[in-house]
């Protein structure tokens, strides 16, 4: 970790040209920094906090002006960093930002390193380290949505509905503690059976919060979605419907898709990335099962699969052998070219389906593919996937602490069934603690803070 008696700065806007620029400046030297090299036609000495001043960048050593700035100077109570810190604004030239930092660091400033203005927000108490984790997510979002749960958890959303537990935790911790310290002395404390009952709901609480996590990591990361079937089901024209535009080649011709194609959109909010694969059938040409291959593997890694099959032909035992392959994979039932007549009976549709979510489509007039979105977002991400409300965990380091938390209150719940000693249930307790404490970096954290916040970008 670098020493935070140094002063920082980066830029912290995207690298390149642009219509406007910021610079971040951070640390004890800030305002004699910005003294030195930023003139104003007010004759300011110092910069007034918080408030946009327009002035002169100008380079000491020579004289030189760099550019027309505008300056906004934060003192420690009221800054990102909880430092002494400026921001200046000027002209989105990569040639003005070099010299300004060139000049910055000249004069005792050093270029700070990925997520050090962030790390400093948290080392200052500025925010917990949930909070700067929700940083980095809503920088990375690239949906709405995903920006939207990642600013609940800056906000200490996650922070909040973990002090009452631990707070209570806490309390079972206290009981133990007085009767292993004033065994001899009469005073009141609880009994085991209550302490069990207490540490058993708050084990409901976790074990809650632990299984939000599929859904949280979906939202944060997105998912793949295969699009799976035999030949000229439809399937690259549902591909290119879900995509709204026209990505894969769609012909008459069965066998026109022999490779993988992928694309990125969003459902809901939600990134994902469709896989448009080959028709799986048998075959005899060693270029059709090469594409057969892809096909199989990305039915492995997708995290979901959109089964497609034509009810406008007979039901095919292939489509009913595929079925079966993807018994224990999360997979839709989509019966395309609902636009023509069709084949199948009651019992086909009952059969093809076979107990999984169905949609009948028409990947050529559109029919119902929006029905078709809204069935995937929910197939995937559960009942109630659009809440925002209360404990949505999106990050797998607070999912390990919450699993181990729970794992040393269930430990301590039977050493005080089974009879034994407070102590043995006292050191996982003590142990559940800790792990809660490391989500918002109460404790234990120095060894993943440079894991974290290396990850961020130069300028947060």
């Known amino acids: 970790m670098r020493d935070l008696s140094d002063t920082i700065c980066a830029l ?43 002035g002169r960048v100008v380079d000491p050593r020579n004289g030189s002006e760099i550019d027309e700035a505008i300056a906004t100077c934060f003192e420690s109570g009221g800054s990102y960093t909880g430092e002494d810190m400026c921001e200046f604004s000027l002209h989105g030239s990569p040639v003005l930002i070099s010299a300004l930092l060139d000049c910055l660091c000249a004069y005792g400033a050093r270029l700070a390193e990925p997520g050090e203005f962030t790390m400093r927000a948290y080392l200052r108490g500025r925010i917990d380290l949930a909070q700067a984790e929700a940083v980095r997510d809503i920088i990375a979002a690239t949906t ?46 609880a009994s085991r059976e209550s302490i069990v009952r207490q540490l058993e709901d708050l084990r409901g609480q976790l074990k809650a919060w632990i299984q939000t996590f599929r ?7 997105g998912f793949s979605m295969a699009i799976v079937g035999g030949p000229n089901v439809g399937k690259s024209s549902l591909f290119n419907a879900l995509l709204a535009q026209n990505r894969s080649i769609v012909a008459e011709i069965p066998g026109t898709t022999r490779d993988l194609v992928s694309e990125v959109t969003n459902l809901g909010g939600v990134p994902v990335r469709l896989h448009d694969t080959a028709g799986i059938h048998n075959s005899d040409s060693y270029i ?52 023509l007549p069709s084949c199948w009976s009651p019992q086909e549709r009952n059969e093809f389906a076979a107990g999984r979510p169905r949609a009948e489509v028409s990947a050529k007039t559109l029919s119902r593919i929006d029905a078709l979105r809204t069935m995937i977002f929910e197939h995937i991400l559960g009942p109630g ?29 039977s050493a005080l069934q089974a009879g034994l000693s407070e102590e043995f249930a006292l050191a996982d307790l003590h142990r559940a603690l800790g792990k809660l404490g490391e989500i918002t970096g109460e404790t234990g954290v120095d060894d993943i803070l440079s894991g974290i916040f290396s990850q961020f970008c130069v300028g947060k």
Do not use: W
């Open 12 to 54: 912290s806007t995207p690298p390149g040209r642009s219509g406007i620029a910021v610079v971040r400046l951070s640390g004890p030297q800030t305002f004699s920094l910005v003294g030195r090299i930023f003139v104003t036609g007010s004759g300011y000495k110092q910069l007034p906090a918080r408030r946009a001043m327009l």
């Open 144 to 189: 709405l949505y995903q920006a939207q749960i990642a600013a609940r958890q800056r906000s200490g959303a996650l922070s909040r509905q973990l002090q009452p537990l631990k707070e209570s935790l806490i309390g079972a911790v206290v009981n133990l503690e007085s009767a292993v310290e004033f065994a001899d002395e009469d005073l009141p404390v």
């Open 215 to 221: 859904r949280g990591r979906i939202i944060r990361d």
């Open 385 to 413: 996937g659009m809440t925002q409300e209360g404990i949505l965990v999106t990050n797998l380091r607070h999912c390990r602490n919450l699993e181990e938390a729970e794992q040393g209150l269930e430990s301590a719940g």
């Open 288 to 339: 059709e099962r090469l594409g057969i291959d892809r096909s199989m593997q990305a039915i492995a890694d997708a995290d979901a699969v959109l089964h497609v099959a034509d009810t406008s032909r007979p039901l095919l035992d292939q489509e009913l052998a595929l079925k079966e392959q993807l018994r224990d994979i999360h997979s839709i039932a989509v019966m395309n070219k609902s636009d």
